[in-house]
């Protein structure tokens, strides 16, 4: 039984993807429902991975605005807390020892520490299914449900590989971001609970 289990699911048909909206009325609302969206938190792991380096941390994002948000990224096995905090006159990192570095945007912020820009005002978006706006984005293609499933936007490659109903929303549950110039460095997450206090 377990055999036949296996060799009917490999050959199930593949998720049907679109190179074009497959309603672009639904994209359209989709896209201006979750943009209104400004007031969320989510609760999730993240995983990174670069050349010579690597690990997970389980993610809390509370939303405010676009400029005011706290994340907190806990590691495993008693590494610490690391929080981002987001305000209109700067952001701060405070690391598990409680040292802190301040600059004025949060992805150069990440770069000061990671040695490269961790995209957090895109994520911010990419998270929702969409785009951040004011950037280009190109968008590749759509699933079977008329969701984005794949896009480019500012050096990234986005990839929103499950969605669910949240509420009156639908929003990824996973997401695979990963460089267009370098193919060592990639952010994978997953988000197990969103909330809203819009």
């Not at 994209?27 to 007031?39: D, G, K, L, N």
């Not at 509370?62 to 700067?90: C, H, W």
Request: charged share 20%; net charge neutral; with cysteine.
């Amino acid at each position: 039984m377990l055999l036949m289990a296996v060799m009917l699911s490999a050959c199930a048909p593949p998720k049907k993807i679109s190179l074009t909206p497959p309603n672009e009325q639904q994209w359209q609302q989709h896209q201006q429902q979750v943009s209104a969206i400004h007031q969320w938190n989510i609760s999730g792991r993240m995983a990174i991975e670069t050349a010579d380096n690597g690990g997970q941390v389980d993610i809390f994002w509370q939303q405010e605005k676009n400029d005011i948000y706290d994340i907190r990224m806990i590691a495993p096995f008693g590494g610490g807390t690391s929080v981002l905090t987001s305000r209109p006159e700067g952001v701060t990192f405070t690391n598990g020892n409680g040292e802190q570095i301040v600059e004025q945007n949060a992805d150069r912020l990440m770069e000061r520490i990671e040695g490269w820009r961790f995209p957090v005002s895109g994520l911010r978006y990419w998270i929702l299914g969409v785009p951040a706006p004011h950037n280009n984005a190109r968008l590749i293609n759509w699933n079977e449900q008329g969701y984005l499933n794949i896009m480019e936007q500012d050096g990234w490659r986005i990839e929103m590989l499950n969605y669910k109903q949240v509420g009156r929303y639908i929003l990824p549950k996973k997401i695979f971001i990963s460089r267009l110039d370098r193919d060592d460095l990639s952010v994978r997450m997953v988000i197990r609970k969103w909330g809203f206090t819009d």
